[in-house]
């Protein structure tokens, strides 16, 4: 599953732990989590508290090799990241705290040491690591990005260096780097901190490939010496005392002086021991540890320690005559308490740290998975004397036992709730444990879960029914044979491997199911049936694998029916352990290919169809090439040859394409070689339409909601299973059913159906919830009579699809299988998709923290509870996973201890007692705590899944999981409560629920939260109701508490009416998206809940699932205003370093060059790059936010002549960490993350509305910007404003105009940029940042636009929604949108926002451009296509929504405007259809202004204008006439009945006037016409009436009553009649 997903892994480890074969372990800084790798890839996290306990938390999942070495990125006690490398040169960065890869890479060569190096002092701080392995260079990568920043090479006896250290000299700048090759050559390399880095992107000018350019030389070593230490394992340097060094060699140890490395001491192994590792624990003491694991602690003597006045007095003396040092310690696992010899060699390494006093702590991890810690006590000199006299007499040094020693075995054995299996409760041994599965397969398009076990047997079993048995609290959690299953019996021996080839290509036939086995065999299966269908015993040896051909191996041949068939595409490949790979026919039942003559075990099986070659990569490096037809032998290769025959097997070359001659076919003795030569022409023909097929076949392929997939860490062990749930596939689906009528289980009743009958949408949901109850009927009859006879196996049978026939081809069917096919099989469940949906809901609800809540998922939602602790696992960047173990929660409960619990009432009513399940009890600090206080990540990912499958779920109908017990209503099991109880429980939390309420009216997240379900009662209702309410609550004489429990029992009351019922679990959705979006991290305080990330937040604010978006935005609006002020200042300090800052486009170009502000995004016609094959790699396997990021932002340095973008508005970069040439993943990603991050805080809290009662200087107050979002507030330009001057290769003057920017200034150019930049390679036209760009343009437009320019604005955002019609269908159908929609849907949500917000600017924005298409069109000498397809022509539609949305809802803005909305209405109305039906008709909103008339005879409308004036707009001539009418607003104007008189008035003035239209000879309109005719003064308005805007323009207007005379209705309610 791609990592961009929003996917929530579950684990189900099983009763048998993972194997942990230690090979490295690292402890630290903080001196909490210990770190161990394992050969086989994985690392393990272990939490190591206080008393010296170690609980194992999680497991890593990404490496493929053997872990080689773990070191810390930093010193610091603040950050836990540790760095990883691999036997293959992988290399990984994780956050300890949660398991997630923060960065990966892989480079040639293996590593077998890395160290942390901090490069310059003080407050700057940048982390490298340094790197050495198997190569003669020393790495120096930077500890963030992982990237190769220089190297440190040898020009004398290179060789791969052994170890290494640091030194760092007190009285010099320089850092020296000591390292020791395998022939013993002491190597000193001296850093000062200004290396260069010698590999730099640049873009290349006029193309778009990038290529690196080596800018400087290798840094060579500054001294070299010879000490014949050979292959020595450790290099250190006191840290005490800085003077002397140990190195310690497989036969001895030796200490030597840091200045001359002049010899000091040297002790030699015992005889059987060899050393592995030393550190300094003391300037005079030293522990040294070996290869079977013991650790030994010596005092050096005094001519080893710098203090003493002895110190070098040996050198130059012989070993026997100076003072050897004294061992007074050993640390080591007593014999007795080994169970088993040890594999391979014990990992050991020392950590030095503080916390309250010093911890030195000697690690060990050994090939068992165990972990042994041993603390190093401080002996005192009088002690140590003690010990010499003891040991003079005993001539051994004491043993310390360890302080704590665990291992996964351990820790699985002491839990009282064992980790559950995927199938435990199907497959149990004699001693009730259950049998290890050995291979399993899941079919997600039916919901199975294969698992073939040790005993030989294959079990069929619903996936999502037996991990609810493992889960959660369910009536079958403790009934044996649940789930229905299937057991194929078959295999002599454990199953080893599993294919379903449907599965992998749909020209399989859907009944074969195959499988291997330790027998030898390969069996086919009918999965429908479950006959055994044909039995392949060809090879010599346990299977292995089992690989289906690619789609392109088309190898044919004739049936004795003459149909054309592909062999090859009918079989399957199987490999066994006696080294041979059979091509086995599932269709002709025999096999085509029996490869047998490799010598060495198969690794790896590729394709080359266009010359029917089967190619074979064998373990020694060799590859042997096999043709598919004839089972030749064709040759064997290999090293470099064997190489790139397996590489040239990548390729996709078509037989049509090959160039085999007739020569080579008869060379190669292959017939199909010989076809292809022959039949070219007519296979070219065939081999396009099978192509062409075959994609299609492709394209049908979609995302399930629900994967399961078999991990195991080592080949010998069991499978164990994480269940992966795609959060946005499910929601998909949900939708999906939703719309074809198939997501509610609960068949709507005759009587709502009357009403919906005549649609098509209606019969088609009432035909499927009919067949759809038929066979739920059905399938229950049939289990529960199987339940009354006590089976144990139940006969699952399975839905036979049918299959498609080709044109012009017949498929083949078996006789075998067509006379003994079964009947079409049924799903047990009714809905899979919503079984996944209760799954995960039960899995991720935070259950304990309202107990109301609890009953109301309970009884009405239909979830379920965990009986066990759900281990979760967290996705991360490249596929790597942290998966948690089941011992997580033991660590946490110690954390939690002494927290407050909740208030616990009963679940279960006391009229309705149920008898509780026999599961074992968990902690309730568990219960309600659970995951969320694991890490960040995961709660975000939690809340994510859970808030928007919730509002999914909200918008459906009758979206519960309770099936048959609703339809049933009262009848159902006693754990339905009655409607008294429900409300008694209800008012015993009341004050928790008006808590919750004024939280949630607080954050004012909208969407969330569904009003109140109005039920109208009868009265009998409420008398029945009121004699039926508890005593206490009438003795009260509380008129709020009566009130609650009558609206309670109303709202709860058990009835028939369809719609009460779906309020109700609508209203339980609500209530459950809003406990987890803004009460969660109040009920469980800091202690206990993590709070989501940001950052992870601001990633998916444009998410592509709308569900998933909105989720994310009312999550980050909500943590946000959680946060409050001081907090979202520390986020805007945080983030405001990584925002890229942008040159004016008006000022950065010259006025030649300039574009028009006009101009659109699809009007700029800049070349832009091709992207390489590299970066279209990088966008797709990067698609989230930072998907499609400009190249500008995607580069460090990129000049203004040589990048394409510059030319239209180019960014300068700030990073004021990141100091590296080209830009990692992290650094990229945290530009996109800034620019939404800050977008959001700018928009939403940019300013605080005053309320109502506050004095003027607490308004001004109120409505102040958050510092750093002003234009006189530059505070946070601090940030940025060092580093505008990094490079002197910039130009001064862009500097110089970036100086003073402000965190809006800043945010509003990305914004802009990001809007209106063309699209290209790296930024293509509809991509989550341009999404979320639209978005914070639209919703922060009143804090951007002193920034943009606001024309070119809303031209790019009307033209991103003159598409609307084409996606119409698409946006209203509930189901996901296309990019290009998408993009159409947030950028009219962007122009009503803005509009609404600041009307003035649009309206007079869009009159300009208006009027200055207008003089281009009038100017143009011929009709330019350019002018009539613009944006303002194409957009029409969308202007007048956004004009009508106006009139709606903010009149009086409107109404100040009128002449401007005028001029853009005429724009945009059809001249012909406004002279069919006239201005009322056409667009009857403008008509709603009294100032506006239109006179159906002459076609003029006729506008009053605020200043006074009268605007005539004649649509014959298409020309606008201004007036000059009144010295104040014009309020009202009115054409007589024959149109040739026209009067105005205006309310300030008290002046009536009447105007003269009269017509000319042929009945036209002339200027010089128009006349004023007669004046009227009229009464003001009386004293006290209502004179505001929006009161005079419903109450002013002009009536008509005669040709002649017209009456005048004033805003105080009085009239006047008036003549012409």
């Not at 350019?213 to 070593?221: A, T, Y």
């Not at 006590?377 to 665990?406: A, F, G, N, Y």
């Not at 709020?1040 to 109303?1050: K, M, P, R, V, Y």
């Not at 004021?1216 to 530009?1231: D, H, I, L, V, Y």
């Amino acid at each position: 599953m791609a990592s961009n997903n929003l996917a929530v892994p579950i684990v189900l480890w099983g009763h048998v732990p993972p194997t942990h074969c230690i090979s490295a372990i690292l402890l630290t800084s903080d001196q909490r989590t210990v770190v161990t790798g394992c050969h086989d890839g994985q690392i393990c996290l272990w939490d190591l508290n206080e008393n010296m306990e170690l609980v194992p938390r999680n497991m890593l999942f990404g490496h493929t090799a053997k872990i080689t070495c773990l070191a810390k990125s930093t010193d610091t006690w603040e950050k836990c990241n540790v760095v990883s490398a691999a036997e293959n040169g992988e290399l990984c960065l994780w956050d300890v705290s949660d398991g997630r890869c923060i960065e990966h890479t892989k480079l040639s060569g293996t590593h077998t040491a890395i160290y942390p190096y901090q490069v310059g002092n003080g407050s700057s701080r940048e982390y490298r690591l340094i790197c050495h392995g198997y190569y003669a260079e020393i790495l120096i990568m930077d500890a963030n990005s992982l990237e190769v920043l220089f190297s440190l090479s040898s020009k004398l006896s290179p060789d791969w260096i052994s170890c290494l250290c640091i030194l760092r000299p007190i009285k010099r700048h320089e850092d020296v780097i000591v390292a020791l090759s395998t022939s013993g050559t002491l190597k000193v390399w001296t850093l000062t901190g200004q290396e260069t880095k010698p590999w730099r992107r640049k873009l290349q000018i006029g193309g778009a490939h990038e290529k690196r350019v080596k800018e400087s030389e290798p840094i060579f070593e500054t001294e070299s010496k010879p000490l014949r230490c050979l292959n020595a394992k450790t290099l250190a340097c006191c840290q005490f005392t800085q003077r002397t060094v140990l190195i310690v060699c497989s036969n001895y140890w030796q200490v030597y002086d840091a200045g001359d490395f002049s010899l000091l001491c040297s002790v030699p192994n015992k005889k059987g021991e060899a050393w592995t590792g030393g550190e300094f624990v003391a300037g005079d003491r030293v522990i040294v540890w070996s290869k079977a694991g013991r650790g030994s602690l010596y005092q050096l003597p005094s001519c080893c320690i710098p203090d003493s006045a002895d110190f070098r007095s040996g050198v130059g003396q012989a070993a026997a005559k100076t003072p050897a040092p004294f061992q007074y310690l050993v640390m080591e696992i007593h014999p007795s308490k080994i169970k088993k010899p040890l594999t391979c060699t014990p990992a050991m390494s020392f950590s030095f740290g503080r916390r309250g006093s010093y911890h030195k702590l000697l690690l060990r991890g050994d090939s068992h998975g165990r972990v042994t810690l041993w603390k190093i006590p401080d002996i005192t000199e009088k002690e140590l004397s003690c010990l010499k006299q003891v040991q003079d007499s005993v001539d051994r040094p004491p043993d310390m036992p360890p302080h704590v020693s665990m291992s996964l075995q351990d820790v699985w054995d002491s839990m009282e709730l064992k980790p559950a299996g995927i199938i435990d409760q199907l497959s149990t041994k004699q001693d009730n444990t259950p049998l290890a599965i050995t291979a399993s397969l899941y079919l997600p398009a039916q919901g199975r879960l294969v698992c073939g076990r040790e005993d030989g047997s294959i079990t069929i079993v619903p996936a999502t029914q037996t991990a609810k048995v493992q889960l959660l609290q369910c009536e079958h959690t403790k009934q044996r044979g649940w789930p229905p299953h299937r057991i194929l019996r078959g295999h002599k021996g454990k199953v080893t491997c599993l294919v379903y080839p449907h599965q992998e290509s749909l020209r399989y036939d859907p009944q074969y199911l195959v499988s291997g086995g330790v027998d030898f065999a390969v069996l086919v299966w009918d999965l429908f049936s479950g006959q055994l269908l044909h039995t392949f015993s060809v090879h010599g040896g346990e299977i292995t694998q089992l690989v289906c051909p690619p789609d392109n191996c088309n190898l044919e041949d004739q049936y004795p029916t003459g149909t054309p068939v592909a062999r090859v595409l009918q079989s399957v490949c199987s490999v066994a352990t006696d080294h041979s790979v059979a091509l086995l026919s599932l269709r002709e039942r025999k096999a085509l290919l029996l490869a047998g003559r490799h010598l060495f075990p198969v690794q790896v099986i590729k394709w080359r169809p266009a010359d029917d070659f089967l190619v074979v990569g064998c373990l020694d490096n060799t590859v042997y090439v096999w043709q598919m037809e004839t089972g030749h032998l064709d040759r064997v290769e290999s090293g470099s040859v064997a190489q790139d025959i397996l590489n040239a097997c990548d390729e996709t070359i078509l037989p049509s394409e090959s160039t085999t001659t007739l020569a080579q076919a008869l060379k190669r003795r292959s017939l199909a070689a010989f076809k292809n030569v022959a039949q070219r022409a007519a296979f070219q023909v065939l081999q396009t339409s099978t192509a062409s097929h075959s994609h299609a076949e492709v394209s049908k392929t979609q995302n399930f909601a629900l994967s399961i997939t078999p991990m195991r860490t080592n080949p010998k062990d069991s499978d164990f299973h994480v269940l992966f749930f795609d959060t946005e596939a499910l929601i998909v689906q949900l939708l999906t059913d939703e719309t074809l009528g198939l997501s509610s289980p609960i068949a709507p009743e005759p009587s709502k159906q009357k009403d919906q009958s005549e649609s098509p949408s209606s019969k088609r949901r009432t035909l499927f919830s009919s067949v759809g109850e038929t066979i739920k009927a059905q399938v229950s009859e049939t289990i529960k009579s199987q339940l009354k006879q006590g089976s144990d196996f139940i006969d699952l049978k399975i839905r036979s699809p049918k299959k498609e026939q080709t044109n012009g081809q017949k498929e083949s069917v078996d006789l075998e299988y067509k006379s003994k096919r079964s009947k079409n099989l049924t799903l047990l469940e009714y809905n899979l998709t919503l079984d996944i949906a209760q799954l995960l809901m039960s899995c991720l609800h935070a259950w304990g923290l309202d107990l109301e809540l609890d009953k109301l998922c309970l009884f009405k939602l239909g979830l379920l509870k965990p009986h066990i602790p759900v281990s979760f696992g967290l996705i991360s960047r490249g596929g790597h996973m942290s998966l948690m173990l089941p011992t997580w929660y033991k660590y946490r409960e110690r954390v939690t201890t002494g927290l407050a619990e909740p208030k616990t009432t009963q679940l279960v009513p006391s009229t309705a007692q149920v008898e509780p399940a026999a599961v074992p009890h968990i902690g309730s600090s568990l219960v309600h705590s659970g995951h969320w206080e694991i890490s960040s990540a995961v709660t975000t990912q939690h809340l994510l899944s859970v808030i928007s499958v919730a509002n999914t779920l909200m918008g459906m109908t009758n979206a519960s999981f309770l099936g048959e017990k609703i339809n049933q209503g009262k009848r159902t099991s006693p754990l339905v409560p009655t409607v008294e109880s429900i409300a008694q429980d209800l008012l015993e939390n009341i004050v928790l629920e008006s808590e919750r309420v004024r939280r949630i009216k607080q954050v004012g997240v909208q969407g969330l939260i569904v009003g109140e379900v109005n039920t109208d009662s009868s009265d009998g209702t409420d008398s029945e109701a009121e004699s039926g309410m508890p005593p206490s609550i009438q003795q009260s004489q509380c008129p709020s508490c009566i009130h609650a429990w009558l609206q309670a029992f109303q709202h709860f009351q058990l009835s028939d009416d369809q719609e009460v019922k779906e309020a109700q679990i609508k209203q339980g959705w609500s209530l459950l998206a809003a406990l987890h979006c803004v009460l969660l991290p109040d009920l469980l305080g800091k202690e206990r809940f993590q709070p989501p990330q940001l950052q992870m937040l601001a990633r998916r604010w444009q998410d592509r699932c709308l569900e998933v978006r909105e989720a994310a935005q009312a999550l980050m609006l909500a943590e946000l205003q959680r946060i409050g002020p001081e907090g979202r200042k520390e986020v805007i300090d945080s983030w405001a370093p990584h925002l890229p800052n942008y040159v004016d486009p008006q000022t950065a170009q010259s006025p030649e060059t300039q574009p028009s502000s006009a101009s659109s995004p699809k009007d700029k016609t800049e070349p832009t790059a091709e992207p390489t094959k590299e970066e279209e790699t990088d966008h797709l396997q990067d698609e989230d936010l930072i998907s499609g990021c400009a190249p500008s932002l995607m580069e460090d340095e990129v000049s203004q002549e040589s990048s394409p973008v510059s030319r239209n508005c180019s960014p300068e970069m700030a990073y004021p960490t990141q100091k590296k040439a080209s830009m990692p993943f992290e650094a990229r990603r945290n530009q996109a993350t800034a620019i939404v991050m800050l977008g959001v805080i700018g928009a939403e809290f940019g300013a605080e509305i005053a309320t109502k009662g506050q004095n003027e200087e607490q308004k001004k107050k109120a409505s102040r910007a958050p510092e750093g979002f002003s234009r006189d507030n530059y505070s946070l330009a601090r940030h940025t404003k060092e580093k505008l001057m990094t490079k002197k290769s910039r130009q001064k003057g862009v500097a110089n105009r970036m100086k003073d920017m402000s965190i809006a200034h800043k945010e509003g150019k990305a914004l802009t940029y990001l809007l209106l930049a063309p699209p290209s390679g790296k930024l293509p036209a509809h991509t989550p940042i341009r999404r979320a760009a639209i978005d914070l343009i639209g919703r922060g437009f009143t804090v951007w636009e002193p920034y943009m320019d606001v024309s070119a604005v809303l031209l790019g955002l009307l033209e991103l929604c003159c598409d609307s019609e084409k996606h119409a269908a698409s946006m209203t159908s509930g189901l996901p949108l296309t990019p290009a929609a998408d993009s159409c849907r947030t950028a009219r949500h962007a122009l009503s926002l803005i509009a609404t917000a600041r009307p003035s600017a649009f309206i007079t924005t869009m009159a300009k451009e208006v009027a200055r298409h207008a003089a281009m069109a009038a100017n143009a000498q011929s009709q330019s296509a350019p002018i009539h397809t613009s944006v303002l022509v194409r957009g029409k539609p969308e202007i007048l929504r956004v004009i009508e949305l106006l009139i709606d809802k903010m009149q009086s803005d409107v109404a100040e405007l009128i002449v401007e909305v005028m001029d853009i209405t005429v724009h945009c109305l059809d001249a012909a259809q406004l002279k069919q039906k006239g201005l009322q008709e056409t667009f009857p909103a403008i008509c709603r202004f009294n100032m506006v008339s239109y006179d159906n005879h002459s076609r003029r409308i006729a506008v009053g204008a605020r200043n006074g004036y009268l605007a005539l707009y004649d649509q014959k001539t298409a020309k606008c006439q201004m007036i000059a009418a009144h010295s104040a607003p014009v309020m009202a104007v009115a054409f007589s009945p024959d149109g040739r008189h026209l009067a105005t008035y205006s309310y300030q003035e008290n002046k009536l006037l009447f105007w003269q239209m009269a017509a000319g000879l042929f009945g036209m309109m002339s200027g010089s016409s128009i006349k004023c005719i007669r004046s009227h003064d009229t009464r003001p308005a009386r004293a006290g009436s209502n004179t505001s805007l929006n009161s005079l323009l419903k109450g002013v207007r002009l009536v008509w009553i005669t040709q002649k005379n017209v009456i005048v209705l004033t805003g105080d309610g009085s009239e006047q009649k008036f003549s012409v």
